[in-house]
């Protein structure tokens, strides 16, 4: 009883000794000056400040309140848990002006090892911490929280929020230099968090627009985050989350704006040890589409294992098309079909095996049947039609691919030779395979990754010709997308024959500056028919498709073919020999050294033979993709 009454006869004076010392030692290091000008201990658990600041010695100020009056539950002071029971705050700000990233030291591997180490824990110590300091009650106004760096200022003022377990509710203003945007929040804190919000204006979301190009707009939000436990994989959380009416723009994504009705997640995910795991039983919803999920992704820079599955509920095929956004898949715009599709992905990687890699997407199909196509007719290449070629995104030129164009050349009057060279070069199953060569993708996936940049692709001849017939040449992901969808359905559905696709092919790819089709590149190179052309001529053409306008370093000024493009030409013949598409004695005559002829010769470009080696190394990947 005794130590009691001294405890409250002395309680504030005891008060102002840890406090002070709390601010000795947090203004030893010189570099930041912490004041309080005044603070005083209500009873033994409320505690009530008067501007408080945070301030470098250069003058600066980093944080100031003006008011803030904490309530502790006493009995929690020696737990983990909830240790303030409320929060009321007003007036204040917090700032951080970034001036100069300087890089991390790579140099040492303890400390990269003790850095990963403590990365692995960060997002259970971030969760204690949040249940032992966050208040249940809490009461927040006129505060800011600004951030400055080269590209602009970005700042969230809380002009109000209100809230305890049972309600929160508030408003938040989002800003940068450009624009402001005010959010209406409201929910709850019970053992977790849970929001709902809407924004006065559907406008862009201020900072995204200005830093990364996104414009980003929507009707209400909704998330929600709950703690279920710990698991092998870390602390798990179930997290809910809906959007409405989104709508979304980056010239990376897509050439217009997305626009999805509706976007919902339900998902199990654990966070920690070095990774980011989403249980297979997440649930996503698309407009229409409904499915599960799953995802593992390393959340430190030592972490190399990514996983992603994708399984979408078998639906009528109707809710697919019905569900693709708006502002891509125009081509697909306003198809009616029948039947039932499904979509699955699986893609597993191990980044120190990365070819072990394991790699699947297709469609399950039940009764499915195109009965009316889209704005574009999807079996347009059977007749003929007009093509129209894209330079940087503007329409160039258009030309009629059928009889009607005196340059048509039909595939009977093309020598076989080319075509096998074609097939060696760009897709030797291309009459076998349904549009895609799913090992290509997972050897292309592997040699990128490997080389840390993009080094090989795996599109097909079917790829190539869809997205030259149909889509513009703007390389978004959503165009990337739609080309696989259209492929697809064109192969799927046998809408356009094999052999009518390699004609197409054949009289609308670029062969040189303002070279389509095989008639203009006979005359533009070798001044000849495309039935009067040699065989070591078929396989140079065959050779160039993937950089036609560097036809000019590939010959000497008098037009005869330089070395190296020698070496890749005996390369092709020997890939046709050992496939058996040609015989021993077809390479008896074999002459490699061809001449130009036609216009081409007076565009050869002379080049010092020290730049030989750089232009065989640029040629490099085309030998790679030959399997």
């Not at 790579?106 to 400390?111: D, G, H």
């Not at 399984?311 to 715009?333: C, H, M, V, Y």
């Amino acid at each position: 009883m005794g130590l009691f009454l001294l405890l409250l006869l002395f309680k504030g004076s005891l008060f102002s000794w840890f406090l002070n010392r709390q601010i000795e030692a947090l203004n030893k290091g010189g570099e930041y000056t912490f004041h309080i000008e005044k603070a005083e201990l209500i009873g033994f658990s409320k505690v009530e400040f008067t501007s408080i600041s945070l301030c470098k010695n250069s003058g600066d100020s980093l944080a100031f309140i003006k008011n803030l009056e904490v309530v502790i539950r006493p009995a929690k002071l020696l737990s983990r848990q909830q240790l303030f029971k409320s929060m009321a705050l007003s007036s204040g700000f917090i700032q951080y002006t970034r001036l100069i990233s300087e890089p991390a030291d790579t140099n040492s591997q303890v400390e990269e090892k003790e850095e990963t180490a403590q990365d692995e824990g960060l997002p259970w110590k971030l969760y204690q911490a949040f249940e032992r300091y966050f208040p249940s009650q809490i009461a927040i106004s006129d505060f800011h929280f600004n951030y400055q760096d080269a590209l602009g200022h970005v700042g969230i003022a809380m002009d109000s929020i209100q809230g305890n377990q049972d309600l929160l509710q508030g408003i938040i203003v989002l800003k940068d230099d450009q624009s402001a945007q005010t959010w209406h929040v409201s929910g709850r804190l019970e053992d977790g968090i849970e929001l709902r919000a809407f924004a006065e204006e559907k406008q862009a979301l201020p900072a995204l627009y200005q830093r990364f190009g996104l414009d980003l707009r929507s009707d209400t939000v909704a998330f929600s985050l709950v703690k279920t436990g710990m698991s092998p994989e870390g602390l798990r959380f179930h997290v809910s989350a809906s959007i409405l009416e989104l709508q979304l723009f980056h010239p990376k994504l897509s050439s217009d704006t997305l626009g999805f009705r509706r976007l919902a997640t339900e998902m199990d995910l654990s966070a920690g040890y070095g990774y980011i795991h989403i249980d297979s039983s997440s649930r996503f919803t698309v407009n229409e589409v409904e499915g599960n999920f799953a995802l593992q992704a390393p959340l430190t820079r030592s972490g190399n294992k990514y996983g992603l599955l994708i399984k979408t509920e078998q639906i009528p095929a109707q809710n697919f098309f019905n569900s693709l956004p708006q502002g891509a898949f125009d081509d697909t715009r306003g198809i009616k079909a029948s039947g039932e599709l499904a979509y699955t992905l699986r893609f597993y990687m191990d980044g120190s095996k990365p070819n072990d890699l394991v790699f699947d997407a297709y469609f399950t199909k039940k009764d499915f049947k195109i009965q009316q196509y889209g704005q574009s007719r999807l079996n347009k290449m059977s007749d003929e039609f007009e093509h129209t070629v894209y330079e940087n995104d503007r329409a160039y030129r258009s030309f009629l691919v059928g009889p009607n164009n005196p340059k048509f050349t039909p595939i009977e009057d093309v020598p076989q030779k080319l075509i096998q060279a074609i097939l060696v070069s760009e897709d030797p199953s291309f009459f076998q395979h349904g549009g895609f060569i799913i090992e290509a993708f997972r050897e292309s996936i592997a040699t990128n990754y490997k080389a840390g940049s993009f080094k090989r692709g795996g599109s097909t001849i079917s790829m190539q010709l869809i997205k030259n017939v149909f889509l513009s040449r703007k390389k978004t992901v959503f165009r990337k997308m739609e080309e696989a969808l259209l492929v697809w359905l064109i192969e799927g559905q046998h809408l356009t024959s094999k052999e009518r696709m390699m004609e197409v092919y054949l009289n609308i790819i670029e062969w040189g500056p303002d070279i389509y089709g095989i008639f203009e590149a006979s005359q533009f190179y070798f001044n000849k028919k495309p039935a009067e052309l040699s065989f070591p001529e078929c396989i140079y053409l065959a050779n160039i498709i993937p950089r036609p306008k560097k036809f000019k370093y590939s010959f000497e000024k008098d037009g005869k073919l330089r070395q190296y493009m020698v070496d890749l030409q005996t390369f092709i013949l020997r890939r046709m020999l050992s496939k058996q598409i040609i015989t021993p004695s077809d390479t008896l005559t074999y002459n490699p050294y061809i001449r130009l002829q036609g216009a081409a010769k007076n565009m050869v470009v002379e080049v010092d033979s020290s730049l030989f080696d750089s232009l065989i190394i640029e040629e490099a990947p085309v030998l790679e993709i030959i399997p």
